[in-house]
């Protein structure tokens, strides 16, 4: 279409604008009787034409903001989508609910202000300037972590036989207080201490009464261990090598607890492996004289 086109009535359902190639605009119109002559007293109209930005990309599985428990938790990754270069630039918050609500004064959901202050928002309130169409409302669920578990120091570290084999005590994954104990751990990490290309690593292997095997599989896709598993893991060093593991406290619900501090509960284990020492034992010799070695069953360490 150009200006000072003419459009008749039948024809105005199918007039539409093109936003492919622009960023919105106005148009301005005039409208005429049916001599196409321009009614009296009426001035030219004028449509603002608004292009929405481009959609935000949410996930298509729930979107779960965990925060610490008792604390606080900013929600600004869960709003702002999958590709922060198409965030929307505000929000409508539509409804809020709170489970166990002991506190029914206050909403749980606030704005930060700049010097501590906190601006509460509420089922309606508007923080946003309009919908983006096409945009189907969110719902983002709060999950509050329990307490999260301690340990005395950041890595424990233990000492392995010379067998390479190690049998977990479940107070390793427990932390120091059985109260505040994962339900759950995941093995984020698992790495041997001998790199060399033909080294077979270690692993991680849980160990059930009849009699089953499973190794652990590592990473956020790896082997969910229950607490009443803690005490069946075993480490197969496939030989004295040692090496480290780092695993992760789930909650009863399979999230990752959440610290105080706002991070990753999560505890190093290093497995150290142990000296190597050779025993004889002998029944007599004789006096004054030297004792020859070559005799000996067994084969002698080059140094001792």
Not at 38 to 45: G, K, R
């Amino acid at each position: 279409m150009q200006a000072g086109q003419e459009i008749a009535l039948a024809d105005l359902g199918r007039l539409a604008w093109n936003a492919r190639s622009s960023q919105g605009g106005t148009l301005t119109f005039t409208p005429l009787d049916e001599d196409h002559q321009l009614y009296s007293n009426t001035e030219a109209q004028t449509l603002e034409i608004h292009e929405s930005p481009p959609l935000p990309v949410y996930s298509e599985t729930s979107l779960t903001m965990l925060v610490p428990h008792d604390g606080q938790g900013t929600l600004q990754q869960a709003l702002e989508g999958t590709d922060d270069s198409q965030a929307p630039p505000m929000i409508r918050i539509g409804t809020i609910q709170e489970m166990d609500d002991t506190d029914t004064e206050h909403s749980a959901l606030y704005l930060q202000e700049t010097g501590g202050t906190r601006d509460e928002l509420h089922e309606g309130d508007t923080v946003s300037q309009a919908h983006i169409a096409g945009v189907a409302p969110q719902t983002v669920q709060i999950h509050e972590s329990p307490e999260a578990p301690t340990w005395t120091t950041d890595t424990t570290h233990l000492k392995l036989p010379l067998s390479g084999e190690f049998h977990f005590s479940e107070e390793i994954f427990t932390g120091t207080s059985t109260a505040h104990a994962p339900a759950f751990i995941r093995i984020a990490s698992l790495t041997g201490a001998n790199t060399a290309a033909d080294a077979v690593a270690p692993t991680l292997e849980l160990r059930k009464d009849d009699g089953s095997v499973t190794t652990v599989t590592t990473g956020d896709d790896g082997t969910v261990i229950s607490r009443e598993d803690f005490g069946r893991l075993h480490w197969n060093g496939h030989g004295n090598q040692g090496g480290t593991f780092l695993f992760e406290a789930l909650d009863g619900d399979k999230f990752n607890i959440i610290t105080s501090e706002g991070v990753l509960s999560e505890h190093r284990v290093q497995m150290e492996p142990g000296s190597s020492q050779i025993t004889y034992i002998i029944e007599s010799a004789p006096i004054g004289q030297p004792l020859l070695l070559d005799g000996l069953q067994h084969s002698v360490p080059a140094l001792i």
